[in-house]
């Protein structure tokens, strides 16, 4: 079943590594065609962001690398999509 958005809160030093780094070895990952990375919160050492991937076929395992490999930190996966198209989510009612 082929992975089509994530939201994911990760977590990066304040210094490195720069959102644009970030985003564009996000954006370079298998299966990835856009991402938005979102600044949630920010304090003495670290920078706390929602990214949200899209694609048709994304490569989780290769997209937690690369993320890795900037020196961000993947904190939760906090959304997936996944099939033959996307479902939008609808807020429930309490």
Sequence with gaps: MPIRRLVLDVDKT???PDLVVL???IENSPGV???NVT???IDMETVGTDVTVEGADIDVD???RSIERTGAVV???DQVAAGSYTVEGKPRHR
């Design 62 to 64: 290769a997209l937690y």
């Design 33 to 35: 065609e856009a991402v």
């Design 39 to 41: 600044v949630t919160g």
């Design 75 to 77: 904190h939760s996966t």
């Design 23 to 25: 985003a564009n070895a």
């Design 14 to 16: 304040v210094n490195e």
